[in-house]
């Protein structure tokens, strides 16, 4: 379920997916009520394009340390892929 950022209080809160159209995330969050997960989303910047980069605007979805490996083995089930962080 969807959430307010003072749901969470001080809890650090872990990245699972990053949205890059509007219909993405909106199945994302529908996937993510129905399975009945608390998640935080969030508008941010990332850097996408293949031959000319740019930064863009995403939902950013971020879930509890203790459900992340619950949501991360759920989403290929709603045909989400979880975000990855790349190494620097």
């Not at 998640?39 to 879930?63: K, S, W």
């Amino acid at each position: 379920m969807r959430q307010d950022p003072e749901h969470f209080g001080d809890q650090e809160l872990v990245l699972v997916y990053i949205a890059k159209r509007l219909k993405e995330a909106k199945s994302l969050e529908d996937f993510l009520t129905k399975s009945e997960i608390d998640y935080l989303v969030e508008p941010d910047e990332y850097i996408g394009g293949t031959l000319f980069r740019r930064q863009l605007v995403g939902a950013f979805f971020y879930v509890t340390p203790e459900q992340e490996s619950k949501v991360r083995e759920l989403m290929p089930s709603g045909g989400f892929k979880p975000w990855v962080p790349q190494p620097d």
